[in-house]
Nanobody, 120 residues
Framework: QVQLVESGGGLRQPGGSLRLSCAASGSIFRLYAMGWYRQAPEQQRELVATITNGGVTNYADSVKGRFTISRDNNNNTVYLQMNRLKPEDTAVYYC??????????????WGQGTQVTVSS
């Protein structure tokens, strides 16, 4: 069974930094793209950043230049470095991964979510 376990959320003041981590574990035949999404109260879940297994990245316009996504393929882990945080970055952040647990199956997996709060 595949699991995504996130860590690193918390409270920061505007202008601060935070680093999120997400490790995929379990029966993994192949790990494709990984990414981060977020959902603020009464808002829809939105894409923050994604990274392919080849290292190609994609960012939401709202975080370009402030957030950096990276991954460690040896440890099936994805990171999100968040700098110059703004109050509007406050949300629950969810890790996502496109995983083939076997040669014949491929599906989306989600982490449990980690709260990021930016407030003075």
């Amino acid at each position: 069974q595949v699991q995504l376990v996130e860590s690193g959320g918390g409270l920061r003041q505007p202008g601060g930094s935070l680093r999120l981590s997400c490790a995929a574990s379990g029966s993994i035949f192949r790990l494709y793209a990984m990414g981060w999404y977020r959902q603020a109260p009464e808002q829809q879940r939105e894409l923050v950043a994604t990274i392919t297994n080849g290292g190609v990245t994609n960012y939401a316009d709202s975080v370009k230049g402030r957030f950096t996504i990276s991954r460690d393929n040896n440890n099936n882990t994805v990171y999100l470095q968040m700098n110059r945080l703004k109050p509007e970055d406050t949300a629950v952040y969810y890790c996502h991964a496109d995983i083939a647990p076997t040669r014949w199956v491929r599906r989306d997996y989600w982490g449990q979510g980690t709260q990021v709060t930016v407030s003075s």
